[in-house]
């Protein structure tokens, strides 16, 4: 509850003076020199537990040193200097979020080696994929001292146009080895993947195999906007073994827009004998299916040694696998927001409650053709509204809680209470203003645009109504969040 009020409260001191600003300015760039060496050493290792205030990826220092707000979760996902990379991906590859020619950025065709690629970079590389398939076997690199990249699916032929929507397909020719596989020895790891399908892989490791081993210092695991699908190895869709063994190390595993779908064995497998805490977080993310041949798990993830691991789920639905729907074990811990979890367990002692903060069972259209569009008609506070107008909509899939493409920001308020069964509305269509009644103090409004563009209104509150001024808003269908109570409810804005 302090939480919320918190949060609410910071809400209204948005409203300060301008000496103020400055005030907060000046002590932010005081802050910045201090927090940068604080956070990095001089080989530009990343130092454990460094802070994210709204856990979008990006620590405060750096959100500070290029003029972001360390209290906005989508500013991740927006990208400054049009070069088709995300703020997140800039930071992850330590690239200048205000410099389109930085970083390096390889294009490469179906006809090109990937695997030639990955093996001769010597710098932190953006990989740019035609749209189309490719084929592809990664053996093992071991012995490599840092490795680095963003491998960017959707690209047309000539490399002119990135569809973010589209995604490209990873085949394989050889059927007795994972798609991905990466096991450096040392140095900086940032193996991030986006707009990429992976089908049918074979072998252990399912589709992707990455290993942070012991003399790694820093590791970033992203899959943005991916699909892993139908992977036949004989352990997981994609299998992470988080290793590292150095004091100060640092683990992050972010999983965002992703689908998760009739792996043999469990979708995601995560382990973790790191000695520091692992950060895994899924947003918007759909795990489901898995588990065909063996009853084995959605998401499972545990720890072993002194490992400990740090799990938020954002508008993710584990549901309708073989076995659990998450499984975890070791000292974990656990939140969800916004998610459709349909069953939790732990091996061991640790055994949980299910846990249903948005809808109890969340249905797919046509999931055997590999369809997981939600239902809206069944799934109404999953996907209120967002089924309406999307540019590519019924060309992706819906993923998570909303559309492949850029996701909205996620909501960063914990779920702790929830007395009111809907969020009630009214006037519905409206002019100007949205009226709520409510018998709680503490809520956060949010509105979206059918996009999921998180969108700026004015809030006010007399009494038991809240009153948010919506007038200047064009003409449409957006979606209210409270954020609070984990409630949503879309409107039309009308003339
Ligand atoms: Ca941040
Ligand atoms: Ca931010
Ligand atoms: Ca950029
Ligand atoms: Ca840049």
């Known amino acids: 509850m302090l939480k919320n009020l918190l949060i609410f409260s910071a809400l209204i001191t948005t409203v300060v003076s301008n000496a103020q600003v400055q005030t907060n300015k000046t002590k932010n760039l005081q802050n910045q020199a201090r927090s940068v060496s604080e956070n990095i050493s001089n080989t530009g290792m990343i130092q454990a537990g460094f802070q994210d205030t709204d856990d979008d990826g990006l620590p405060d220092f750096w959100e500070i040193q290029h003029n972001l707000d360390i209290n906005d979760p989508s500013d991740a996902y927006i990208d400054l200097d049009n070069d088709a990379v995300y703020n997140l991906f800039e930071f992850q590859l330590s690239s200048d979020p205000y ?169 995601i497998h995560i382990q973790n004998t790191h000695e520091n805490e692992t950060k895994l977080r899924f947003i918007n993310c759909t795990s489901t299916q898995n588990g065909v041949n063996q009853s084995a798990d959605g998401i499972r993830y545990f720890t072993l040694d002194n490992a400990t691991v740090d799990a938020k789920f954002y508008n993710t639905i584990a549901w309708g696998n073989y076995g659990d729907d998450i499984n975890e074990g070791g000292t974990v811990t656990r939140q969800f927001i916004h998610s459709d979890i349909d069953a939790v367990s732990g091996f061991g002692t640790n055994v949980l409650p299910d846990v249903n903060t948005v809808n109890i069972y969340p249905e797919f259209i046509d999931s055997t053709n590999a369809n997981f569009h939600l239902d809206s008609a069944l799934s109404t506070l999953v996907d209120a509204g967002l089924d309406v107008g999307l540019p590519f909509n019924d060309l992706a899939i819906d993923i998570g809680c909303f559309e492949s493409g850029t996701p909205s920001a996620p909501p960063t308020t914990i779920l702790e209470s929830r007395s009111y069964s809907s969020l009630k509305i009214f006037p519905n269509p409206t002019t100007e203003k949205l009226h709520i009644p409510i018998d709680e103090k503490e809520h956060l409004f949010e509105i979206y645009s059918v996009t999921g563009e998180r969108l700026s209104t004015k809030t006010s509150q007399v009494d038991d109504l809240f009153i948010i001024d919506v007038g200047a808003l064009p003409n449409g269908i957006y979606v209210i969040q409270d954020l609070v109570f984990g409630k949503s409810e879309s409107f039309v804005k009308i003339d």
Not at 155 to 170: G, Q, R
Not at 237 to 266: C, H, Q
């Open 99 to 267: 410099d389109s020619l930085s970083p390096h950025i390889i294009q490469i065709d179906s006809t090109m080696s990937l695997q030639d690629t990955i093996e001769s970079l010597s710098q932190p590389t953006v990989i740019r994929l035609q749209y189309g398939e490719y084929s592809y076997v990664q053996e093992n690199l071991f012995n490599i001292d840092s490795l680095q990249f963003l491998i960017q699916g959707g690209w047309n032929e000539k490399f002119s146009k990135w569809h973010h929507d589209s995604l490209t397909k990873i085949n394989h020719l050889d059927t007795t080895k994972e798609g991905f596989y990466f096991n450096p020895s040392s140095g900086k790891g940032v193996w991030t993947f986006q707009n990429l399908i992976l089908d049918e892989s074979k072998n252990f490791g399912g589709s992707m195999f990455l290993i942070s081993d012991n003399n790694m210092d820093t590791c970033f695991i992203t899959l943005f906007n991916c699909r892993i699908t139908n992977s036949e190895g004989s352990f997981s869709g994609l299998l992470v073994d988080n290793w590292m063994k150095l004091p100060n190390s640092y683990s992050e595993n972010r999983f965002i827009n992703t689908l998760f779908a009739r792996s043999f064995d469990d979708g």
